[in-house]
């Protein structure tokens, strides 16, 4: 998935015309937009075709999918269904059930991203000590895309490593969270970024500050 300026918005504001006046104003700056659980719960899922239509995103769905396979497969093709271009779903669930989301994306010819590590301190309880086994678990699969942290560069290198050069990395966590976006893209192959830009004065002058940093 190529991504304009190696940056993915964060959409995770709770109405439609919030998001399409931060969409309209930062639309020359990037061509990638991350949804979750607030945008799509407050407005439903015809929020992603309306984005795509009006502004000609492509689209990733964070629904950080971890249910049993019969439940993912079911999850991933409404999400599909309603013009998602990719989805997240979580690796700690096991083979059986990410495979049930990759076995949906390819049905669709869409694609999906393991997240292997997420970018909040309480990652580190439960979730980073299986990380790894995560990321390999992946490759095993055939899997190509992969979710690793912004806010843990050590992690984020042995995540890299796993997955190997031809891999695909997004990578949460650069700004409001503290990751530094030049750094991380020696890893990534995009950062994620939310708030920074969408809880801005000045949407579109947050967007352009973003990304003359990253040179």
Do not use: W
């Not at 049905?107 to 309880?125: C, D, V, W």
């Not at 990321?135 to 690793?148: L, P």
């Not at 976006?181 to 002058?205: F, H, M, Q």
């Amino acid at each position: 998935m190529k991504i304009k300026n190696s940056l993915i918005l964060a959409l995770d504001v709770m109405s439609e015309s919030e998001a399409i006046e931060i969409c309209d104003s930062i639309k020359d700056y990037i061509d990638t937009i991350k949804i979750g659980y607030p945008l799509a719960l407050a407005e439903g899922l015809e929020i992603i075709n309306k984005l795509k239509d009006k502004f000609g995103f492509k689209v990733i769905c964070d629904f950080k999918v971890a249910d049993i396979d019969a439940t993912n497969s079911k999850i991933c093709d409404e999400t599909f269904k309603a013009g998602a271009d990719a989805i997240i779903c979580h690796g700690f669930v096991g083979s059986d059930s990410v495979q049930a989301c990759l076995d949906m994306a390819n049905n669709h010819g869409k694609e999906i991203f393991l997240l292997t590590e997420m970018s909040h301190p309480g990652a580190k309880m439960f979730l980073q000590k299986d990380a790894e086994k995560i990321a390999e678990m992946g490759v095993d699969m055939g899997i190509t895309n992969y979710v690793a942290p912004a806010t843990r560069l050590d992690r984020l290198s042995i995540i890299r490593d796993i997955v190997g050069d031809n891999a695909f990395i997004i990578s949460p966590g650069v700004g409001k969270q503290g990751g530094d976006g030049k750094k991380t893209l020696e890893y990534s192959n995009a950062i994620i970024v939310g708030r920074s830009i969408y809880e801005a004065d000045n949407p579109k002058i947050a967007c352009e500050n973003l990304i003359q940093s990253l040179k």
